[in-house]
């Protein structure tokens, strides 16, 4: 190995800076006693926010390139993502600190930072064991956190099925992360895009292997009958975490391994595999919609359309099959990843909060939300409308890019078959939308109370959505380098 | 004089005042409603300024995202300018009707503002991306305010049906749009979603005959065209009185100007194939919603088919292509905007203290609601197209149109358009005039005179609100010079890209 430089140091800082904020939380863990331990959380979101900070000004990638032996890639993609991660832990902190059993325990929050660890790594990764350490890390954090309150009973389940999902679907994975290596004779994605023959059969093969094992992290169809259960049963923060961060990390992988290794940008290769992900895409999409309709339980709710959501952005994914469109879907898929965390993170922020006060997590807990919280009301209207896709909010410039991809790659079958999905999840947004206005407040019900953490994590997720959503070019200008920049 | 930017401080006048007013305490109703109310006036003084002022104002452009040539681009023109004043007016006039409103009057104002700033939107965006924005802006609030606020036995499914149908004419139109700013692309070398770049390009013949319809037809359903036109009778029934003269008065003008200013005047080829296939559509609309409207007993029907009825005119008006059938549409727009909210205005009055909406439940009303009474006659004159009322104004051109198309265009079957939809006129009388002998004259019933259902005068508030509408009208029909040239100024631009048919 060459002389360490600063370069090595930057490609790292953020792990780095997660490691030592996890060994303080532990630390506060063990010293902290009594009331304060409340600020557990607010300690951890405060540092992750911090990370974030210090992510964004000092590690931002002047040119792409491998270090630490090829095991690492420093570009624009491992920037983005990291930033999305970390500020996604960081409202989960935030949006965790009153939960009961959970909130103030400081193992959860050390968890959960090894979790963005993985994530970051994730990420970053451009060689097949580093990325198959990465997502181990990143699962095996998250099994945990499904299963934190071991002593309900849905909980210590969601945690089980989670694992047990995870760990088949990883390890068929890396069986196809073996074969490729046979194949290729090398682990370092890059080489291997460049040595592996164009369309081979073995290589549709080990594409089918390998996305079984990203398939999962992405909960898409026909890998997805985990999630429901799964969300339902978790903690709410960690169901928030899940659906956002983890998932938003699926799609990190899928984007590097699927465009370098297995030669994405070549339309040759890519035929491979694309009408797979294609069709993946469209059936997952409607049935995560179409199950969505019938459900009463708000996380089992959204669970599907996060599902939904996911065909979605793979939908924009598939767009790369037209050459001048690439590094559109590419950024179509980052975009919407931005404005989908920021929109469920939101929602289950109101969802923690009623759920809390109500004690259930049915959507027939929402009744009269509007007369018992004007705020909450308003955070669930600008959150359900934007996961519709309704302007001026984040998730409508989400789906524009989307659409914008797919009629330049002139795939306008798939705009029609997004233009109709939009419309039956906007039926069951609304669906949503008008319990919390219309129907009458149970009896007994008191005004629900919103504490300080809570009020910044979602008057500044509200923010978010719309600043998403009004102020676009600053943010879609740099991600549209990303696919230039990843190869 | 001019004011900078002024047509930008029109369209967010409503929004800011909608998210100031949620910032309100929920108890404070009066304060709401005044404040409501001032915001209300002075973006209504500023539209009649803007229309007034001889000095057309400025374009009001940045760029928002160049990356993919999309701007913020505010204009006006002849044919928006009219647009513009009537959502000032319906605005007003809806805060007015809506006075009275006792449950939760913080959101329902906010809601019906933020509603208005997508409606302001879409009449003076000049680029696509920024038309669609505030368009959708403008549909979901339709949805909380109707399911909330509406009439208890309809409003969830009508709130549902009239958001689906509208979302989904937008995404197809969305879809559609794209499609022309890739073509737009291959044309010019340059990514713009800039209509004013867009219009006059000449977009490949096999292009537009897609793309049109799909635009066209898109933006229609909001326009009531049949046949998706039934979630509008449904929407307007369920709709609280506000609400209905926002739909009928300015919602159904944004499915018919957007179709007209993305389908007609960035299509031109397309639409001169189309129009002769979608001139029948709006005759059945003309026809069939006039048929229908006699049938109902329920006057929010009644009303609602009636403007199914009128809307099918304005599409009419623009599928002749013809300069008189153009500025006829115009005016159509305007007229029927300003009619139909005095109507939901006056059926709003009756019902509340009435309880009832059923033709043959009520009489006498003339004795009770003079007031009411007066205005009813007076915006059904406007309906029948009465000479001299602004009916008559708007209607008239829309037939010469058609007849003229027929020579124009030799084709036969737009002499026969004419004469039928002229004759659609004799249904609309038949209808208006037992309404008006029906709910008006005879004898009140006897549960009114005493008891819960007495009948109560109306309030200055709601007089007021209807002086402005009928004056209005008033005004366009007596002399109509206030409006019909500037309409022609646009219909100008709309003809010189089709070519001078």
């Known amino acids: 190995m060459t002389d360490f430089q600063t370069i090595d140091l930057l490609a790292i800082l953020p792990e780095i800076a997660l490691t030592a904020l996890g060994v303080l939380v532990l630390v506060l863990d063990v010293t902290w006693r009594g009331k304060i331990r409340q600020q557990l959380g607010v300690v951890t979101a405060v540092g992750l926010f911090a990370i974030a900070a210090l992510t964004a000004v000092f590690t931002y990638p002047a040119e792409s390139q491998l270090l630490y032996g090829g095991m690492m890639r420093h570009d624009l993609l491992a920037f983005v993502m990291r930033l999305i991660f970390l500020v996604a832990a960081g409202f989960t902190a935030l949006l965790s600190v009153d939960v009961d059993n959970l909130g103030r325990r400081g193992e959860y929050y050390a968890v959960l930072i090894a979790a963005v660890i993985g994530m970051n ?101 026909p890998f997805h009958f985990w999630s429901p259960d799964v969300y339902e049963g978790a903690p709410t923060p960690v169901t928030a975490f899940i659906s956002t961060a983890s998932k938003a990390a699926g799609f990190a992988v899928l984007l590097r391994v699927f465009l370098i290794a297995f030669d994405g940008t070549n339309l040759q290769s890519a035929s491979n595999w694309l009408p797979l992900l294609t069709s993946i895409a469209v059936v997952t999409t409607s049935l995560g919609n179409l199950v969505a309709l019938t459900q009463k339980n708000i996380k089992r709710l959204l669970a599907y359309s996060s599902i939904a959501h996911a065909g979605y952005a793979l939908m924009a ?37 009623v759920a809390k006060n109500v004690g259930s997590d049915d959507v027939a807990a929402f009744a009269g939300l509007n007369k018992r919280s004007a705020g909450l009301s308003l955070a669930m209207l600008v959150a359900f409308l934007s996961l519709g896709g309704i302007p001026p909010l984040a998730g409508f410039v989400g789906k524009f890019f ?39 407040v149970a009896e007994g019900a008191t005004e629900i109370q919103v504490s300080a953490p809570y009020r910044v994590a979602l008057t500044a997720l509200c923010v978010g959505v719309v600043v998403f959503g009004v102020i676009i070019a600053p943010f879609y200008d740099p991600i549209t380098r990303i696919f230039d920049l990843v190869k | 004089m001019q004011i900078p930017y002024v047509l930008s401080i029109i369209t967010f006048i409503p929004m800011v005042a909608g998210l100031a007013l949620l910032a309100f305490p929920a108890e404070k109703k009066e304060a709401i409603r005044w404040t409501a109310l001032t915001a209300g006036i002075i973006d209504l003084a500023l539209c009649i300024f803007v229309y007034f002022n001889p000095v057309r104002p400025a374009v009001e452009r940045f760029d928002w995202i160049p990356s993919i040539g999309v701007s913020y681009i505010m204009a006006v023109d002849g044919l928006s300018l009219p ?87 937008s995404l197809f139109a969305l879809v559609a749009a794209l499609a022309m700013y890739f073509q737009a692309h291959t044309l010019t070398g340059v990514y713009t979603f800039d209509m004013l770049k867009m219009e006059g390009l000449a977009f490949p013949p096999e292009f537009q005959r897609w793309a049109f319809p799909v635009v066209f037809i898109g933006f229609a359903i909001l326009a009531g065209m049949f046949p998706f036109h039934n979630w509008s009778p449904d929407g307007h029934v369920a709709a609280p009185t506000a609400v209905s003269m926002f739909h009928a008065g300015v919602l159904m003008k944004l499915g018919a100007y957007a179709a007209l200013r993305v389908g007609v005047m960035l299509l031109p080829e397309g639409a001169k194939e189309w129009m002769p296939i979608l001139v029948f559509f709006s005759l059945v609309n003309v026809v069939y919603g006039a048929f229908v409207a006699m049938t109902r007993d329920d006057l929010k029907y009644m009303i609602g088919y009636s403007s199914v009825s009128h809307m099918g005119l304005v599409v009419l008006g623009i599928a002749t292509l013809t300069p008189q059938g153009l500025t006829g549409a115009g005016l159509q727009m305007f007229s029927h ?47 029948m197209g009465m000479p001299g009322f602004s009916g008559f104004v708007a209607e008239f051109p829309i037939f010469m149109g058609a007849w003229q198309a027929s020579v124009t265009q030799q084709n036969p079957a737009y002499f026969w358009i004419a004469i039928i939809s002229a004759l659609a006129i004799v249904i609309t009388a038949a209808y208006i005039l037992r309404a008006v002998r029906r709910v008006f004259f005879g004898a009140v019933p006897e549960h009114f005179e005493h008891g819960d259902h007495v009948i109560t005068p ?44």
């Open chain 1, 121 to 221: 790594l994730m990420a970053a990764s451009a060689d097949l064991i580093m990325l198959y350490l990465a997502l181990e890390t990143t699962s095996i954090s998250a099994y945990i956190l499904a299963g934190f309150l071991f002593n309900e009973e849905r909980s210590a389940e969601a945690g089980m099925k989670y694992f047990l999902f995870g760990a088949v679907t990883s390890t068929v994975m890396l069986f196809g992360f073996s074969l490729l290596f046979g194949f290729a004779g090398t682990t370092n994605l890059y080489q291997i895009g460049t040595t592996i023959q164009a369309n081979s059969l073995a290589i549709t093969v080990i594409a089918v292997l390998v996305l079984v094992g990203v398939g999962f992290k992405l909960a898409v169809f």
């Open chain 1, 317 to 353: 994914f598939t767009a790369i099959q037209s050459a001048p469109v690439q590094a559109e879907a590419v950024a179509a898929v980052v975009y919407y990843l931005v404005t989908y965390v920021l929109t469920n993170l939101t929602a289950f922020g109101v969802i923690i909060l």
């Open chain 1, 402 to 440: 989307i659409f914008m991809a797919l009629v330049k790659a002139n795939l306008l079958w798939l705009a029609i078959v997004l233009a109709v999905n939009s419309l039956i999840a906007l039926y069951y947004y609304l669906l949503v939308l008008n319990v919390v206005y219309n129907r009458p």
């Open chain 2, 83 to 169: 647009l513009v004043l009537l959502t000032g007016i319906v605005m007003v006039t809806g805060v007015m009707i809506s006075w009275g409103i006792e449950d939760r009057p913080r959101e329902f104002f906010a809601f019906i503002y933020i509603l208005a700033c997508g409606v302001f939107g879409v009449f003076m965006a000049q680029d696509l991306f920024l038309l669609f924005f505030f368009y959708e802006i403008a549909v979901f609030p339709m949805y909380l305010l109707i399911a909330i606020w509406g009439w208890k036995q309809r409003r969830e499914y009508a709130a549902m049906k009239l958001t689906l149908f509208l979302v989904i004419g």
């Open chain 2, 337 to 383: 905007g300003a009619m139909t909210a005095l109507f939901f205005s006056c059926v709003g009055m009756i019902y509340d203290r009435a309880h009832t909406r059923q033709i043959p439940e009520l009489g006498g009303m003339i004795k009770k609601l003079p007031f009411v009474g007066i205005a009813f006659i007076f915006g059904g004159l406007v309906s």
């Open chain 2, 458 to 501: 109306i309030r200055t508030m709601d007089k007021v609100a209807i002086v402005i509408l009928a004056f209005t009208l008033f005004m366009l029909g007596v002399y109509p010079n206030w409006m019909a040239p500037l309409i022609q100024t646009g219909v100008d631009n709309v003809l010189r890209l089709l070519g001078g048919a």
